[in-house]
T-cell receptor, first 117, second 113 residues
Framework: AQSVTQLDSHVSVSEGTPVLLRCNYS??????LFWYVQHPNKGLQLLLK??????LVKGINGFEAEFKKSETSFHLTKPSAHMSDAAEYFC???????????????FGQGTILTVHP | NAGVTQTPKFRVLKTGQSMTLLCAQD?????MYWYRQDPGMGLRLIHY???????AKGEVPDGYNVSRLKKQNFLLGLESAAPSQTSVYFC????????????FGSGTRLTVV
């Protein structure tokens, strides 16, 4: 069975400072991993996905994530936070595996990012 | 625009009433899913479908039924609504080789009183 743990339920940063959202996963095979963002009262938007082609994945809006198999982690980072980054972020693992996009998704509990001026 | 469309966007039900949520996608995706989102719990899978005419239970299927008579539509039914089903419901679709991953609808906010 697969599982995802987001290590922080809330993260607060100042505008212009780095962002780190932590995610550990458990999967019995090569996983497909995603980060989604949800702004208040909105749907989910794909930030990036791990396709097994490269361990450092670049996404939209300056976000990136590094897949570390030895640590079973897929942490999301951004060098400089912007006010518009304030949202809830979900780390997600797919049943499909190997970078594919099918099968059941398992979501982490979410991390709410607050950005202070 | 191509994507996943959910109707309705908002609904208030009385306990014991029934309703159907409709999900429609125009991307010819094989897989479709229904999730519910509750605070602090992420999204949890209710039911899913791997193709037209097939459905399967997810993590929290009790109190819900689904049907997928056409490839583009995935219906979620509540036969007798309960306050515990107050939630935001998201539909999603995907394809085995989709570069964009899973596409989500904008959600249905359901309140059962």
């Amino acid at each position: 069975a697969q599982s995802v743990t987001q290590l922080d339920s809330h993260v607060s940063v100042s505008e212009g400072t780095p962002v780190l959202l932590r995610c550990n996963y458990s999967s019995s095979y090569s996983p497909s991993l995603f980060w989604y963002v949800q702004h208040p009262n909105k749907g989910l938007q794909l930030l990036l996905k791990y396709t097994s082609a490269a361990t450092l994945v670049k996404g939209i809006n300056g976000f990136e994530a590094e897949f570390k198999k030895s640590e079973t982690s897929f942490h999301l980072t951004k060098p400089s936070a912007h006010m518009s980054d304030a949202a809830e972020y979900f780390c997600v693992v797919s049943e499909g595996g190997g970078g594919t996009s099918y099968g059941k998704l398992t979501f982490g509990q979410g991390t709410i990012l607050t950005v202070h001026p | 625009n191509a994507g996943v469309t959910q109707t309705p966007k908002f609904r208030v039900l009385k306990t014991g009433q029934s309703m159907t949520l409709l999900c429609a996608q125009d991307m010819n995706h094989e897989y479709m899913y229904w999730y519910r989102q509750d605070p602090g719990m992420g999204l949890r899978l209710i039911h899913y479908s791997v193709g037209e005419g097939t459905t399967a239970k997810g993590e929290v299927p009790d109190g819900y039924n689904v049907s997928r008579l056409k490839k583009q539509n995935f219906l979620l039914g509540l036969e007798s609504a309960a306050p515990s089903q107050t939630s935001v419901y998201f539909c999603a679709s995907s394809s085995r080789d989709s570069y964009y991953g899973y596409t989500f609808g904008s959600g249905t906010r359901l309140t059962v009183v």
